[in-house]
């Protein structure tokens, strides 16, 4: 069974300041992982995935994750935030195979204020 | 990327009617469609795996009864929720992966059930 951790529920950083996002996974297979924003009453926007090539992964908006095998890790960052930034964030897993759903962390909300 | 178009994208109906919501994969072929539910300010739980052509496998706790999924093609699944209560009352998501690209998964823009 595949289950995602994220590490607190509420972010809040200053405009300009570094955003990091916490994010643990458990899985028995090689998983794949990603990262998704909701804006309120909106769909999933993908940010970023990893597929098991570049462990470093650049994502849209200047976001990036790190996978760490040993740390069993995935978190989420970003230099310097902006105010259009905030939203929830949801990590997610899932296993190679087309016909398998992602499992979705509980989510962080993030908040940047001025 | 690919765009998975799901309708409505509001609803609100009467108790005990029931709400067909579609979802649409338009530029590629969906093998197998996800629905989720998401409560406010919480995750989505996934409810079932909908296949095209075979029956949806639902995940425990899910009445299949109350919520009917057909999957009639590999660009269409339909999620139906039958004799409404305002308990159903919640943000449905569909998702749909690329046959043919085992990576992301794509998602519908979500449909907002109110039952009163």
């Known amino acids: 069974a595949q289950s995602v951790t994220q590490l607190g529920s509420h972010v809040s950083v200053s405009e300009g300041a570094l955003v990091l996002l916490r994010c643990n996974y458990s899985?028995?297979?090689?998983?794949?992982l990603f990262w998704y924003v909701q804006y309120p009453n909106q769909g999933l926007q993908l940010l970023l995935k990893?597929?098991?090539?570049?462990?470093l992964v650049k994502g849209i908006n200047g976001f990036e994750a790190e996978f760490k095998k040993s740390e069993t890790s995935f978190h989420l960052t970003k230099p310097s935030a902006h105010m259009s930034d905030a939203a929830e964030y949801f990590c997610a897993v899932s296993d190679a195979q087309a016909g398998t759903a992602l499992i979705f962390g509980k989510g962080t909300t993030l908040s940047v204020s001025s | 990327g690919a765009v998975v178009s799901q309708h409505p994208s509001r609803v609100i109906c009467k108790s005990g009617t029931s709400v067909k919501i579609e979802c649409r994969s338009l530029?590629?072929?969906?093998?197998?469609m996800f629905w989720y539910r998401q409560f406010p300010k919480q995750s989505l739980m996934l409810m079932a795996t909908?296949?095209?052509?075979?029956?949806?496998?639902?995940e425990q706790g899910v009445e299949k009864d109350k919520f009917l999924i057909n999957h009639a093609s590999l660009t269409l699944s339909t999620l139906t929720v039958t004799s409404a209560h305002p308990e159903d009352s919640s943000f449905y998501i569909c998702s749909a992966r690329d046959a043919t690209a085992n990576t992301e998964a794509f998602f519908g823009q979500g449909t907002r059930l109110t039952v009163v």
């Open positions: 899985s028995s297979v090689p998983p794949y």
């Open positions: 909908s296949n095209e052509g075979s029956k949806a496998t639902y």
């Open positions: 990893y597929t098991s090539a570049a462990t």
């Open positions: 530029d590629f072929q969906a093998t197998t």
